[in-house]
């Protein structure tokens, strides 16, 4: 995912509904809001997504959710700080990590017709992370030509991971 950040120039809001192939689902809002009226110096935004889909390979459902919330302040005309949280979820049942190939004669690898869409991933495969993503991002601009921008960061992703295979 991309991260959206606050501006002072306008408020703003919004929304995304989608729905697509393999029963893909997805839900997105977001909010910018500059605090203070006009000629505000900070602005806050907030946003979310989930999306959901049972994949295009077979056994294969993922599902995400992602918040994110940021504050913007002008601390000079030329000074402003950011301070920004995110959050994401995800979980997928069975993930599908790739279908096997053959090495046809000339060297070439080819996928064996039939199995495009085969998950070869066992029956209790796993894939779960949880990110969490704190940022500290100072602009500074010295002149018209030159800026200074420095980004202080934590950064935290446990992930689970479940997938015991055999080959032959």
Request: aromatic share 10%; net charge negative; hydrophobic share 35%.
């Amino acid at each position: 995912y991309v991260t959206r950040l606050p501006r002072l120039d306008a408020d703003s809001a919004q929304a995304m509904l989608g729905y697509g192939s393999f029963d893909s689902r997805m839900l997105a809002a977001g909010i910018n809001h500059s605090l203070g009226g006009d000629g505000a110096s900070n602005a806050l935004r907030a946003d979310a997504s989930w999306s959901d889909t049972d994949g295009w390979a077979d056994r294969n459902d993922r599902e995400s959710l992602v918040a994110a919330a940021s504050l913007l302040s002008q601390i000079t005309p030329a000074l402003t700080h950011t301070l920004a949280l995110e959050h994401q979820k995800e979980d997928s049942a069975r993930p599908y990590w790739g279908t096997p190939v053959l090495a046809t004669p000339d060297g070439r690898l080819k996928v064996m017709p039939g199995t495009q869409t085969r998950n070869y991933n066992v029956a209790d495969g796993y894939y779960k992370q949880e990110v969490d993503w704190a940022r500290s991002l100072l602009d500074w601009q010295l002149t018209d030509a030159t800026g200074l921008r420095n980004t202080l960061y934590y950064y935290d992703r446990p992930r689970d991971y479940r997938n015991v295979q055999s080959y032959r």
